[in-house]
């Protein structure tokens, strides 16, 4: 392999990986602007997590017809076109984002967007990958995740405090461009392609290609089941105003502290890839996780609460290294696109779902109530998941790539 080849291919990576970062940041940005606003119009936790399920459902729909499309059709061309639709609902956020419906219209159009956006983004940075650097180049690929959501909330909560919602979602649309203008520079390996016709009995082929991996299944599951329960992002407004009293400014804090805490674990873990005892890591991983949440919940105290969210972050970094690696070595290219969408939909669920589970718990029991009970549950669920899959826990080192001879 030539160095100039060699060279390019961690130029494509690099500006995919940024390009992936950006959409993360003018996302999250975006994301404190309208949760500040709805709950400041209707403080209801439940308003909060209608937020979630106006994001999940879309995923829901139509991420298996998406990744069908990210495996036959160039993912490039799709994730642009799926940008261009997405600045244009963000613009549209400076007329609607005070009125709870329309938002969540808004968000429902949106979100069917970024259902094709996810996979075909991550299918086109997981064949920009060497099958001999997995581990190092999956912990720079979700570093560079992470920082982008300590910097996307961070920026948001002061752009909120400073200016206005309307400066945030017009910054949300610049930097959403600019990795709209990156990744259009980014020439993907040529690979073989699939006719190009999507078919309806192919929409649960990622699904079936999962199950028979049971290593990758049961990694995603436990994550799922884990962030689904154990999730603080949704009711971190009502933290920021009723329980810690900091302002918009605070909120964009909070909504930074658990991407730093992942960032920091991140850069360790791309010094110091993790390729020794991974079962054991993703188990702990989410013990800690749950334990962090627990804490957080019961804390009035601003320093303890920002220190708890980054311990959960860079505790859920060691659980999202181990699943990319895991997709990384057990899917081949052909099928990432298929696979990644399958995986939109778990995250989805345990992310914008369980902001509605959130929603719906501290409408119940409160805020406090609903994060310390998730919390409890994240920690029993690793507990027993440790015991019913041994073969998960006793895991040590990645298996081989199903792409190590293309």
Known sequence: MSTAFVLSFARGFAAASIARALIVAGLEMAQVAIAWEIYAVTRDPLALGWIGLAQFLPVLLFSPVAGQVADRFPRRIVALLCLAGVVVGHLAFVVVARSLLPVLALLFLIGCLRAF???????????????????????ANTMLFTVATILGPALGGLLLAALSPTAVYVAAVVVIVAAGLLLATVAAPVEARAPPAVRLSAALDGL???????????????????????????????????????GATG????????????????????????????????????????????????????????????????????????????????????????????????????????????????????????VVIGGVGCVLVATVAAVAVPDLRRLEALPRSPDDGR
């Open 117 to 139: 956006l996810g996979p075909a983004v991550a299918a086109l940075i997981s064949t920009l990958i060497p099958a001999d650097a997995v581990g190092r180049y999956a912990a």
């Open 208 to 246: 079936s290609y999962l199950r028979g991996r049971p290593l990758l299944f049961a990694s995603i599951g436990l994550d799922f089941v884990a962030v689904f329960l154990g999730g603080v992002t949704a009711l971190l407004p009502i933290f920021a105003v009723d329980v810690l009293h900091t």
């Open 251 to 370: 909120l964009g804090v909070l909504r930074a502290a658990p991407a730093f805490g992942a960032a920091l674990m991140g850069a360790y873990l791309t010094v110091r890839p993790l390729e020794r005892r991974l079962g054991p890591a993703l188990f702990l991983g989410v013990f800690v996780f749950g334990v962090a949440t627990v804490v957080f919940g019961l804390s009035t105290s601003l320093p303890l609460s920002l220190a708890m969210l980054a311990v959960l972050g860079a505790a859920d970094m060691v659980s999202m290294v181990v699943r990319s690696g895991l997709m990384q070595v057990l899917v081949p290219s052909e099928w990432r696109g298929r696979v990644s969408a399958v995986t939109s939909v778990f995250i989805g669920a345990s992310n914008e779902l369980g902001e509605l589970e959130s929603g719906v718990a501290a409408k119940l029991l409160g805020p406090v109530g609903a």
